[in-house]
DNA sequence: ATCCATTGAATGAATCGTCGTTCAGTAATT
DNA sequence: AATTACTGAACGACGATTCATTCAATGGAT
């Protein structure tokens, strides 16, 4: 019992403060936002954010690992409930990019909003989690090329950026426009016609 | 005489201001650049900027409006040159994206890291520039489904973010991995191939 | 032509507010 | 009582901005 309770403690207080900074990030980015600020919204005192994290950068850097694992333990799943082909697979691929995104506003903005920056200037981190991303997709696209169903002219690591890129500024719009989840199934709909006909093998 | 000299120095001196200023922020990004190092790279006095700017944020403001005209000047200028139909033109559209890039890394660097940034956490400044970008492929999309060439099911407005999207993350990939201009013609042909093929008209 | 007065662009050291981080003290738990 | 978790005020470094000062260029006066 107390083992359960230490730890679930830990774990809250340790999640709290992810939770805090992932509002805080995508409010006003993390350059702009104060460590106390963080701390406020996570409902603890700024010291007790040394005890679960080294410094600011590694509670960025914690905070895309953590989510960025929990996004791809989502998406695999759903992948492995899809009946059909690959384009099936892709499509729902996209639809669950977009989905997530409506379902966690905050996660949406501060991904696409601070992935760049900080995959560049937070010093020797490279972002192993948003490669599997990205790898997901890559292999999807390999299969659909085996099976014939996707044009095999086309390098998959570098059409697997492209979509990605497509998805990410048209969902960062998105975000960005308080607009509403209403049409986003739309836009949804839209962006993998557009890349899904981009991918088909021709006769 | 004197007038033209005046004007021209005047002129040198902003103008080594905001190509410093690129330099740098493309080197570290905005907000781990020190205004000092601008001044250095720029060869001025740290005082010197702000008899051009009224502070850091406005540089980067006149930098982005700056560089961003160019481009779109560059660009609408080659689109005249274009004869063929509109599947040509957005093609040449595409590859002078990316041609524009590999001439202009720190450029590249600077865009596809900080438009992002600075779109949302610069206050009040909606990046008119920008969508004037943007707005060149949204007219050429829209006159390609206007004269049969492309679907006309898709919104030119979301497709021409779409397509910016992909061809700036693949961008974004290329120019932070140091890799040789030379083969990136390549890239631009893929990812042209895959997204004027998902544009067009099918019978 | 020479000298002096005036200008204002440019400088860069000093200022001052702003955080990230620490740590001595307090509370909670066992 | 001892150990551990937490707190938040204080510290110190940092860096954007300011402003008193310099000095090269100009032009009017002799």
Redesign the pocket.
Known sequence: M?TK??KK??GD?REKILQGALEAFAKKGF???????I?DEA??????????F????D?LISLFEDRMEWIIDRIEAELEQVEGGTIEKVRRYMELHFQLAVENPALAEFITVELRQSAKFIKEYDNPKFGDYLGILKRLIEEGQQDGTFREDLDSRLVSRAVFGALDEVLLQLTLSAEKPSDVSLEATQVSALLIDGLRARE
Do not use: F, M, P, R
């Open positions: 107390e309770e230490e403690a830990q207080k350059y702009n936002t104060k460590v106390s600020e701390a409902g603890v005192a700024d010291g007790t954010i040394y005890l679960y080294k410094n600011k950068d509670l």
